[in-house]
């Protein structure tokens, strides 16, 4: 089981950017496929985006494609989150998580049974 720690979140304003780090420990950080996952007050959880295992693919939720950008360094165990051009809707609790799914094209987010406990991000306007 991998544990994973958030570090980044804050207040920024519209319009500005922060950088979200994952820390990972305790197995193979190269063997999970990782992803960025998001809840702000009031509703449910949702997807932010993925990245395989060494990197080469992505995907993201429309909402925040063109704007954010999901990558992973192995050799440090720590997977990012750059996230630009901010709006008031991105104001949430952000979340790593970390899935053992065999192939990317079909991980979803039911695959992912390792989380971080959160950082929050808000976005003033």
């Known amino acids: 089981q991998v544990q994973l720690v958030e570090s980044g979140g804050g207040l920024v304003q519209a319009g500005g950017s922060l950088r979200l780090s994952c820390a990972a ?3 193979t950080f190269s063997s ?3 992803g960025w996952f998001r809840q702000a007050p ?3 959880r949702e997807f932010v985006g993925y990245i395989s295992w060494s990197g080469g693919s992505r995907s993201y939720a429309e909402s ?3 704007r954010f950008a999901i990558s992973r360094d192995n050799a440090k165990n720590t997977v990012y989150l750059q996230m ?6 991105d104001t949430a609790v952000y979340y790593c998580a970390a899935s053992r799914a065999p192939r990317f094209v079909d ?7 390792s ?4 950082t ?6």
């Open 32 to 34: 999970y496929i990782m």
């Open 64 to 66: 925040v494609e063109g």
């Open 84 to 89: 630009n051009s901010l709006t008031p809707e």
């Open 107 to 113: 991980v979803g987010p039911a695959d992912f049974g």
């Open 115 to 118: 989380w971080g406990q959160g």
């Open 25 to 27: 420990s305790g197995s």
């Open 120 to 125: 929050q991000v808000t976005v003033s306007s």
């Open 42 to 44: 009031g509703k449910e």
